[in-house]
């Protein structure tokens, strides 16, 4: 069988204030804390994974939450708009939780032929909830969210770009997407690789302002692939066409090559392989602070100086 990118694997965006981010995405959105660890480049800032119940790939939001970073801007040559899936009938349920919580929304509208609704988190990341009923992931059971009205996980991402075509070519001839819809200057694509996060919307507008890194916005998109052997076929595939792309580099729970596509915006391709419970029990997953082997031995002064967490 030819080897395939199964949709995406995780999500990965910028943060302020970790205790802020921490209560947003677990006491607000309901998600479950898959993972508390350190950035590889900067053990003193957390990086914290978010997801179902299952931590499944294709449902993992994660941070880097930097106090005092520098807002970012959403534009050209960024992923703008992350996805989660929730069934059809649940944006009334969001709603109220939404103005309950002093969380800023949109009123639900319709794209492709879906429902959806768009807000924001405590640092301005554009998110939204698409209505996806067919979608049977577990959710993550954390808080008052009824499992009917929960986040299941990606339903995709959005990605705006000055031109759009080269990326397209991109997602066609190499991750194997397929041209599903075009409205006006948005692109569907998806992959039948996965029965889930299998969107990615192409937003073409030319003269508009580049993006600007840093707080609220997302740093890279990491798609996904069963296994070392498949990811390094993509990588020879990828090196061939021109792309810089960087060895195999052992992210812990998964292997990574980062490159960044035509339109400048980062792509990761991650294996399945190790998993979330690589370092701990799937029942206690995000409770205590994991830490990668190269930073245990500084364990205490990195947790004196990473920001305190109830």
């Known amino acids: 069988m030819a080897d395939r990118i199964n949709g995406i694997h995780h999500i990965t965006a910028?943060?302020?204030?970790?205790?802020?981010?921490?209560?947003?995405?677990?006491?607000?959105?309901?998600?479950?804390?898959v993972k508390k660890t350190v950035n590889f480049d900067d053990p003193h800032t957390y990086h914290f994974y978010y997801g179902n119940h299952?931590?499944?790939?294709?449902?993992?939001?994660?941070?880097?939450?930097?106090?005092?970073?520098?807002?970012?801007?959403?534009?050209?040559?960024?992923?703008?708009e992350t996805q989660f899936s929730v069934s059809a009938d649940a944006f009334g349920f969001w709603v109220e939780r939404f103005k309950q919580h002093n969380v800023t929304y949109n009123n639900p509208a319709r794209r492709f032929n879906e429902e959806y609704l768009t807000f924001l988190d405590p640092d301005g990341l554009k998110l939204q909830l698409v209505g996806n009923s067919s979608d049977?992931?577990?959710?993550?059971?954390?808080?008052?969210?009824?499992?009917?009205?929960?986040?299941?996980?990606?339903?995709?991402?959005?990605?705006?770009?000055?031109?759009?075509?080269?990326?397209a070519s991109l997602l066609t001839d190499v991750f194997g997407y397929t041209l599903e819809q075009t409205e006006i200057n948005a692109h569907r694509f998806t992959t039948d690789a996965s029965a889930n996060a299998a969107v990615v919307d192409l937003?073409?507008?030319?003269?508009?302002?580049?993006?600007?890194?840093?707080?609220?916005?997302?740093?890279?998109?990491?798609?996904?692939?069963?296994?070392?052997?498949?990811?390094?076929?993509?990588?020879?595939?990828?090196?061939?066409?021109?792309?810089?792309?960087?060895?195999?580099?052992?992210?812990?729970?998964?292997?990574?090559?980062?490159?960044?596509?035509?339109?400048?915006?980062?792509?990761?391709i991650a294996t399945d392989n190790p998993g979330f419970t690589v370092d701990e029990p799937f029942e206690s997953l995000g409770q205590s602070l994991k830490l990668p082997p190269q930073y245990e031995q500084s364990r205490a002064e990195i947790e004196a100086r990473l920001a305190t967490l109830d």
């Open 14 to 33: 910028i943060a302020g204030d970790a205790k802020r981010n921490l209560d947003f995405y677990t006491k607000v959105l309901g998600l479950r804390l």
């Open 54 to 80: 299952g931590a499944e790939p294709g449902t993992i939001l994660t941070f880097f939450p930097w106090a005092g970073i520098q807002q970012g801007r959403r534009g050209t040559g960024q992923a703008t």
């Open 136 to 167: 049977k992931r577990e959710p993550s059971h954390n808080g008052d969210i009824p499992d009917d009205k929960a986040i299941r996980g990606f339903h995709g991402v959005t990605l705006t770009l000055e031109h759009y075509e080269r990326t």
């Open 203 to 268: 937003v073409s507008v030319p003269g508009e302002h580049r993006g600007l890194n840093g707080g609220g916005t997302v740093h890279h998109v990491a798609f996904r692939v069963e296994n070392d052997d498949v990811e390094l076929r993509f990588r020879e595939k990828i090196a061939n066409l021109g792309f810089t792309i960087t060895p195999q580099i052992d992210r812990q729970y998964f292997h990574s090559l980062y490159f960044r596509e035509p339109g400048g915006i980062l792509f990761e």
